[in-house]
C-alpha cells in the first residue's frame, strides 16, 4: 500500500508565503518524477511544477520566480516553497509522485491566498 500525504496548505494573505510538504511511503520503489499539480474551482488541474531524481525542475510559467520545488531522495519527500502569494494561487494542490510500475496521488492541500 502506497501513502502520498500532503502538508503546509492553509490561509495566507497577499504577498505572503507558504511551504507544502509532501511524503511518499509504503510498498513504493525507484521513485523518479515527483511534482505538484493544482485545482481551482471550475479549472482542469494544471501543473505547477516538477521534479527529477536528479533535481531537474520545471515550472509553469505562472510561477516562475515565485515558487521553488526540491526533493529529499532520501526521505522520498518533495517540497513546494511558494512566495509572493497571490488569489490567484488560490486551489487545491496534489503532490504526485512517478515510480518503476504506476504513478500515485496525494489527496491534495488547500492553498488560500485573501486578505
Known amino acids: 500500500q502506497v501513502q502520498i500525504v500532503e502538508s503546509g496548505g492553509g490561509l495566507v494573505q497577499p504577498g505572503g508565503s507558504l511551504r507544502l510538504s509532501c511524503a511518499a511511503s509504503g510498498s513504493i520503489f525507484a521513485i523518479f518524477g515527483m511534482g505538484w499539480y493544482r485545482q481551482a474551482p471550475g479549472n482542469q488541474r494544471e501543473l505547477v511544477a516538477t521534479?527529477?531524481?536528479?533535481?531537474?525542475?520545471t515550472y509553469a510559467n505562472s510561477v516562475k520566480g515565485r515558487f521553488t520545488i526540491s526533493r529529499d531522495n532520501a526521505k522520498n519527500k518533495v517540497y513546494l516553497q511558494m512566495n509572493s502569494l497571490r488569489p490567484s494561487h488560490t486551489a487545491v494542490y496534489f503532490c504526485t509522485v512517478a515510480a518503476i510500475g504506476d504513478s500515485y496521488w496525494g489527496q491534495g492541500t488547500q492553498v488560500t491566498v485573501s486578505s
Open positions: 521534479i527529477s531524481r536528479g533535481s531537474t525542475t
